[in-house]
C-alpha cells in the first residue's frame, strides 16, 4: 500500500497524471499538423490524462474516460487528433491489465474501440498502419497482466511467510510455556528437597544442642549449606524466569550426582543407602537430570512423609532401559503418598517426556516404592 497520497490519491499516480496532461496541452496547441478545434481536443486531452490519477482506484474508469474521449475525437475529426492521447491510453490499458476486476472484458471494449478509431483515421493506410495501435496495445496490455502476475506471486509469498512467522511465534510461545513449567518443576524439587533436610537437621541440631554441642554445630553448619545452595539455586532459577540472569556456569546434576544426594539425605537422619545394577554408562544429559529429580523428590517424600527407618535407592542399568527405584519402610500410603501430589504428577510428566512409566504405591511388605523405567536406545 502506497503511504505517499496526494487528494487521497497515490502520489505517483498523480504526478503520472500531471505530466501527461501537460505533454497533452503542449502536443495540441504546439503543433501545427493537427486540425480540428484545439480548445476542444486539447480539453478532451486534459480529462483522459487527468483521469490516470484514479488508475488504482478505479481502473476501469481510467479506461473508459480515455477510450470515450478517442471515439468521440474520431467521430468529430477522425482522428485522435494528438500523439499524447496514445501514451494516455498505453498507461490506461497497462493499468487496467495490472489493477482491474475484469481486465479481459475491459480488454474487449478497448480493442472495438481501436478498430472504430482506426477506421476512422484518414491516415491509416496499409495493414501495417491497422496492427499498429493493436500492437501497442498488446504490449502495454501482456505487461500489466505479467506484473498482475508477479503481484500476486508476491502477495502470496507474503502470505505465506505472514503465516509461517504467525506459526513460529506459536511454537515460539509455546517452548516459554512449556520451559517456565519445566523451571517450575526444577523449583518444586529444589525446594521441596532443600526444605525437607533443613528441617530434620534443625530437629536434629535441637537434639543434640545440650549433650553434644560440637555435633550440633555440624549439624547448623550443614543447615546453612544447603540453604545457602537452594538460594542459590531458586536465584538463577527466577533470574532465568524474568530473563535477567545469565546461564548457569555450574552443570545440571546428573547420575554421578546421586551418591552425595543419598550421602547428604544421611547426614539429615534418614539411613539412605545407594545401589548401583549393571554398568554405567553415559546417556542423554536431559534423561539423567530428570533421573536425579526423581530420585530427589523421592528421597525427600521419604523425608517429610514416610517416617522412614531406611530408604534405598537404586539404579539399574539395563541393556534397553534405566531403572531408577526409592524404596523405604516407612508408612507406605498413608506416609510417602500423602501431601498434594503435585510431585508425583510432575514426576509422571518428566518420565512420559521420554516414553518411560512411573509407579508409585504402598509394598506388599510395607513401605512405600517409587519406580521409574526410562527407555533407552542403544
Given at each position: 500500500m502506497l503511504r505517499n497520497r496526494l487528494f487521497g490519491l497515490p502520489a505517483a499516480d498523480v504526478a503520472l497524471a500531471v505530466v501527461l496532461a501537460v505533454y497533452s496541452q503542449l502536443d495540441v496547441y504546439l503543433t501545427s499538423e493537427w486540425h480540428g478545434n484545439k480548445a476542444v481536443t486539447g480539453t478532451v486531452a486534459l480529462v483522459m490524462a487527468v483521469s490516470l490519477a484514479w488508475r488504482r482506484v478505479a481502473p476501469r474508469v481510467?479506461?473508459?474516460?480515455?477510450?470515450?474521449g478517442l471515439v468521440l475525437l474520431s467521430l468529430l475529426y477522425g482522428g485522435s487528433e494528438t500523439g499524447a492521447n496514445l501514451f494516455i491510453l498505453l498507461a490506461a490499458s497497462y493499468s487496467v491489465a495490472l489493477y482491474g476486476r475484469d481486465p479481459v472484458t475491459a480488454a474487449g471494449v478497448y480493442l472495438i474501440t481501436a478498430a472504430v478509431h482506426t477506421g476512422l483515421t484518414p491516415e491509416v493506410h496499409g495493414i501495417g498502419d491497422w496492427l499498429w495501435e493493436f500492437v501497442m496495445f498488446g504490449l502495454a496490455f501482456g505487461t500489466g497482466l505479467a506484473m498482475r502476475t508477479r503481484h500476486a506471486r508476491t502477495e502470496s509469498l507474503e502470505l505465506q511467510a505472514d503465516t509461517l512467522r504467525s506459526e513460529q511465534d506459536a511454537r515460539a510461545a509455546a517452548a516459554a510455556e512449556e520451559e517456565r513449567r519445566r523451571i517450575a518443576r526444577e523449583l518444586h524439587d529444589i525446594v521441596s528437597h532443600g526444605l525437607g533436610v533443613m528441617v530434620l537437621q534443625a530437629g536434629a541440631a535441637d537434639q543434640v544442642l545440650d549433650r553434644d554441642p560440637a555435633r550440633a554445630r555440624e549439624v547448623i553448619a550443614?543447615?546453612?549449606?544447603?540453604?545457602?545452595?537452594?538460594?542459590?539455586?531458586?536465584?538463577?532459577?527466577?533470574g532465568l524466569i524474568r530473563g535477567d540472569a545469565e546461564l548457569p556456569l555450574e552443570p545440571q546434576p546428573t547420575l554421578a550426582d546421586i551418591a552425595r544426594l543419598v550421602a547428604r539425605t544421611r547426614e539429615a537422619g534418614l539411613a539412605a543407602e545407594l545401589v548401583v545394577q549393571g554398568t554405567r554408562r553415559p546417556l542423554p544429559a536431559a534423561?539423567?537430570?530428570?533421573?536425579?529429580?526423581?530420585?530427589?523428590?523421592?528421597?525427600?517424600?521419604?523425608l517429610k512423609h514416610a517416617a522412614a527407618a531406611q530408604t534405598t535407592v537404586t539404579l539399574r542399568y539395563g541393556e534397553r532401559d534405566l531403572l531408577?527405584?526409592?524404596?523405604?519402610?516407612?508408612?507406605g500410603a498413608n506416609g510417602n503418598g500423602a501431601g498434594s501430589r503435585r510431585g508425583l504428577a510432575g514426576m509422571a510428566e518428566r518420565v512420559t517426556v521420554f516414553g518411560g512409566q512411573l509407579q508409585a504405591g504402598p509394598q506388599p511388605q510395607g513401605g512405600w516404592v517409587l519406580r521409574a523405567a526410562f527407555p533407552v536406545s542403544q
Open positions: 481510467t479506461l473508459a474516460v480515455p477510450v470515450g550443614s543447615i546453612r549449606a544447603v540453604g545457602e545452595e537452594a538460594i542459590g539455586q531458586m536465584g538463577t532459577l527466577l534423561l539423567e537430570l530428570s533421573a536425579y529429580r526423581i530420585v530427589q523428590e523421592g528421597l525427600t517424600n521419604a531408577v527405584e526409592v524404596a523405604d519402610d516407612g508408612r
